[in-house]
């Protein structure tokens, strides 16, 4: 087992039913929130996460608030878990993206995914079926945004002429993560030689069969040395007893993993197919097999530890903590991040 | 009148790294707020030489979140993509700034001359305008125009099926964000046909901009904003020394006004600089409020070529020797001389 980078996530701004806030209260919250595990320094990186016109505002421009997180922080990385890139113009989101990285001083992990909600996809008048497409064709866009001279990219989905793309990131080379759930977008990724964060759908077996096939595709592709980071979402909760932390993040868990990936239809049942309000007693089961799952990184600062250590033996060198569950108090998730900081990742 | 500091270029300069250069900008967001300013402005260009800022909306939120009571000014460029990315963007900018944002769009220019998608139109951008409003209102809505198709109602989208409207969100703060239209012609077209407060570009004379404030006259009350290269030193010759070289490169790199290298500097600033000493400033400022109605001055101030300290004294005496001048207003002579 190498090293593994904590990072902690995944920020969405939601003014929920259960807890409806004034946006600006969410805002402030966020800048707070990143400004205090900045200081913390063992937690690499801050996740952000995005949606569009979801009924609870969950925030859709990842990029143009990291700008307010980059301003707020000296050290933490800024990362999007993950920006729903098919629904983006690929070059303003590369025009976006290196600004922040100047911003930021070159501390972008740019997290992009397919995006899944064919409500998103009507929204901006972009057809679902052509996400494969665009994910793909926008990535070059990207890269050769970034590259020096001009972008010159004629694709079915993008067509950019013969212009220089300025500022260009601070960075070298902006990693570029994937957002993945099946196998399709794993192998995407190893083609493209990018990192990739493994979704909290997945149980510990598929996240390690999803990082092994990451490993034979890039082999196969020759990227095996791009030095790509294997990432994984996992929920968690850190106090001072495992009793403690089962009484406070197990209902939210619960709830977050029922009422909102079920609306969503974000959970899958065993032919991959959706499961959402419609099917309930699947939508249960699939529910309750995924809080066993995160279970395991929840509890006193030990049991994380041990959680953490069993996915990074998978392969994963990347653990996302998500520990932004709705409506438990700012005091005890402050708690949990110190805990995390300072009793669970320097004993990883 | 009220005062407002920028636009912000934030390009590449010979001798500072750009990431520095960032930097800068964001402290000058602070220094104007601490010297009474109104607002702070951020534009977007895009493909440029001199890498000037690219996102509005980017750097934007980072001055939101650096500043606590000046109005967050956003130029973002109209016309080239769903005006719904726009919308959201500055919704997320108004809940940072809790309800500071001011939003003037630009006609895209630039980017539509490189070939690069889009459309520079009266229409698309009225159009793009519609939209926006919409999505900030408190209602679902839909667009159906040459320009966007909002919702789709794809047969391939499924699960959207039924749903003849969308809700953007956040929602912003404010009840209305402040719309004006920057550019020129096009963008003085947009703004009569609006009724929205035309914000004339600071590369631009006092005669040339002329038949732009003379289209509309504004209502009770309305903002007439414009945009000028300031700089203020004790003295006018201590301005001008600092001044020349910096202004000579910023309008060499942007290009703007086309015959910008072919006069001398003298030519290029009558009528559009405003440099000098407080007094100079002040003479030279009345002159856009007497001739063009103007109340709302956004002044750059804040030139990367410099060095930042002496950024950081302009803002403080323009703030302290010029501002109170224009707004306050029965200012007694006893005090007036004091600054």
């Known amino acids: 087992m190498g090293k593994v980078d904590v990072g902690v996530g995944i920020w969405s701004l939601q003014s929920t039913k259960t807890g409806p806030r004034h946006f600006s209260y969410l805002y402030q919250e966020l800048i707070e929130d990143a400004q205090y595990v900045d200081e913390l320094r063992t937690i690499s990186t801050i996740w952000q996460t995005e949606h569009h016109f979801w009924y609870d505002g969950y925030c859709p421009s990842l990029l143009t608030v990291a700008g307010g997180i980059a301003a707020a922080t000296k050290h933490i990385r800024i990362g999007q878990s993950a920006l729903l890139f098919s629904q983006h113009e690929a070059l303003r989101v590369a025009h976006q993206a290196a600004v922040l990285d100047q911003l930021s001083a070159g501390r972008l992990d740019l997290g992009l995914a397919l995006g899944y909600r064919d409500n998103e996809f009507d929204g901006f008048n972009i057809d679902r079926r052509v996400r494969r497409q665009r994910f793909e064709e926008g990535v070059n866009v990207l890269r050769r945004a970034w590259a020096d001279g001009p972008v010159n990219f004629e694709g079915a989905q993008f067509s950019v002429p013969d212009v220089a793309v300025t500022p260009k990131p601070y960075q070298a080379d902006v990693p570029i993560w994937v957002a993945a759930v099946g196998p399709k977008p794993v192998e995407r990724a190893a083609r493209m030689g990018a990192s990739i964060i493994l979704s909290d759908a997945l149980t510990l077996d598929q996240v390690r069969s999803h990082i092994d096939l990451y490993r034979e595709c890039a082999e196969a592709a020759g990227t095996s040395g791009s030095g790509a980071k294997m990432g994984v979402l996992r929920r968690g909760w850190v106090a001072e007893t495992n009793e403690e932390a089962f009484s406070e993040a197990l209902p939210s868990l619960r709830f977050l993993l029922r009422e909102q990936l079920g609306g969503w239809r974000y959970l899958v049942d065993e032919y991959g197919e959706p499961v959402g309000f419609d099917r309930p007693s699947e939508l249960d089961a699939a529910a309750a097999k995924l809080v066993a799952v995160h279970e395991r990184t929840i509890g006193r600062p030990e049991r994380v530890v041990r959680g953490i250590r069993e996915i990074a033996s998978a392969g994963a060198d990347h653990i996302i903590f998500g520990t932004r569950f709705d409506s438990l108090p700012r005091a005890k998730y402050l708690r949990s991040l110190e805990l995390l900081a300072t009793e669970v990742i320097p004993h990883v | ?339």
């Open chain 2, 1 to 339: 009148m009220r005062f407002g500091l920028g636009p912000l270029t934030i390009e590449s300069i010979a001798g500072k790294q750009h990431v520095d250069t960032y930097e800068e900008a964001l402290e000058q967001a602070e220094i104007a707020e601490r010297w009474g300013f109104d607002s702070v402005w951020v534009d977007e260009r895009n493909f440029t030489p001199g890498a000037f800022n690219s996102s509005a909306s980017v750097v934007g939120a980072a001055v939101a979140q650096r500043t606590t009571y000046v109005r967050v000014g956003l130029m973002p460029l109209a016309g080239l993509v769903n005006a719904i990315y726009v919308a959201e963007e500055v919704a997320c900018i108004d809940n940072i700034s809790n309800g500071r944002v001011i939003v003037a769009c630009q006609e895209p220019g630039e980017r539509v001359a490189t070939g690069w998608g889009g459309d520079a139109s009266v229409d698309r951008i009225r159009d793009d305008l519609a939209v926006m409003r919409k999505a900030w209102g408190p209602n679902p809505f839909n667009h159906h125009s040459p320009y966007h198709t909002i919702p789709a109602e794809m047969a391939a989208h499924t699960v959207a099926a039924g749903l003849h409207s969308i809700s953007v969100q956040p929602k912003p703060a404010q009840l209305a964000v402040p719309l004006w239209m920057a550019g020129t012609s096009i963008a003085a077209e947009v703004a009569a046909a609006e009724a929205l407060p035309f914000f004339g570009p600071a590369h631009l004379s006092l005669e040339e901009l002329r038949p732009f404030y003379s289209r509309r006259e504004p209502g009770p009350g309305e903002i007439v904003p414009l945009a000028r290269e300031v700089f203020i030193a004790r003295t006018g010759e201590e301005a001008h020394e600092s001044a020349r070289p910096a202004l000579e490169r910023l309008y060499a790199r942007l290009g703007e006004p086309a015959d910008a290298g072919s006069g001398s500097f003298a030519d290029l600033a009558r009528d559009r600089f405003v440099i000098g000493d407080p007094e100079q400033c002040i003479e030279q400022l009345y002159r856009y409020q007497h001739e063009l109605g103007v109340n709302y001055v956004v002044a750059r101030l804040a030139y990367h070529e410099m060095h930042a300290g002496e950024t950081a004294r302009a803002i403080q005496l323009f703030g302290q020797a010029v501002v109170p001048e224009f707004r306050m207003f029965g200012l007694p002579d006893e005090i007036r001389k004091l600054a």
